[in-house]
């Protein structure tokens, strides 16, 4: 006769610890994309942006104390049970999705710009918690390398840097006009550096004239350049290097004054105007990159002539553009 209690059913068998953490890093990663395309959730509720914030903050603080406590106990032996780890786990795979959650509430009328700068924290904290869930998987546990990785992981710079990020479209724009004001200058200033190191002989930077006594013209000195063609400019080169120093220099200027007008008049409600602005200094960037590159020994000549064409039709928009933000600013 057939027991008339059936056998309990059997528990599913648990990975092993660092598998586990190898499996989460991986459900991690397939967030990314989603978080890259995701756009706000649909609300008819009004935005509070203080509650916002606090909310955001608030997982942010989750998030590292969740990487914390994995770290603490997958830095030292014996390791957590396939139980133990699992629990873990979902504790930290609900920290990721509770702070993405939290993103998610960011709606666009706040402005693209702060919108971005909010997705790429989002993404940096997701991303440094997948590589933190790599590095703990790797055995063994407690080697150098390891702990070096571990101390300077990202995921806890990305939660640290959260109190940073700016409150409004208005801050958001400032602070990526000052990072495309910097990258202009650091690559005219290496324009500079490279006319004085590729071709130290033309002294094309040198406004004042040097002293006869230092510029021997004798055949020692003729022996001395250089016999390969492609480490210098020739003299059509340098006629092409002065006008891209000049028009990288208006690019400068022109991104300045555009910093300082918004700084002075600009409304944190002007949210299309501010994302108009953050749009048009964002084309100058890689376009003054793209100058700066194309100057290099040996120089191909439509190249520059086209990154120039490119680069003065940025700044002649860029410029148009200043002045109708003066007439809607003042």
Known sequence: ??????????????????????????????????????????????????????????????????????????????????QETQKFCEQVHAAIKAFIAVY???????????????RGATLDIVDGMAQLMEVLSITPTQSPENNDLISYNSVWVACQQMPQIPRDNKAATLLMLTKNVDFVKDAHEEMERAVEECDPYSGLL????????????????????????????????????????????????????????VAENGKKDQVAQLDDIVDISD??????DDLALSI???????????????????????????????????
């Open 1 to 82: 006769m057939a027991s008339a209690t059936a056998p309990a059913a059997a528990a599913p068998t648990l990975a092993p610890p660092l598998q586990q953490l190898r499996h989460l890093a991986e459900e991690l990663r397939l967030l990314l994309p989603r978080v890259r395309v995701g756009e706000a959730q649909e609300t008819t509720e009004e935005f509070n942006r203080e509650m916002f914030w606090r909310r955001l903050n608030e997982a942010a603080v989750t998030v590292s104390r969740e990487a914390t406590t994995l770290t603490t106990v997958f830095s030292q032996l014996p390791l957590p049970s396939p």
């Open 104 to 118: 998610y509430l960011l709606p666009k009328d706040q402005g693209i710009t702060l919108r971005k700068l909010v």
């Open 206 to 261: 040198n406004d004042t004239d040097e002293n006869n006594s230092d510029n021997h013209n004798d055949e020692d000195d003729v022996l001395g350049f250089p016999s390969n063609q492609d480490l210098y400019w020739s003299e059509d080169d340098q006629e092409l290097i002065i006008p891209c120093l000049a028009l990288v220099r208006a690019s400068k200027a022109c991104l300045k004054k555009i910093r300082i007008l």
């Open 283 to 288: 084309e100058i960037s890689p376009s003054v």
């Open 296 to 330: 290099y020994p040996p120089m191909c000549h439509l190249t520059v002539r086209i990154n120039v064409s490119t680069g003065f039709e940025g700044i002649a928009l860029m410029s148009a553009f200043k002045m109708e933000l003066e007439c809607l600013l003042d």
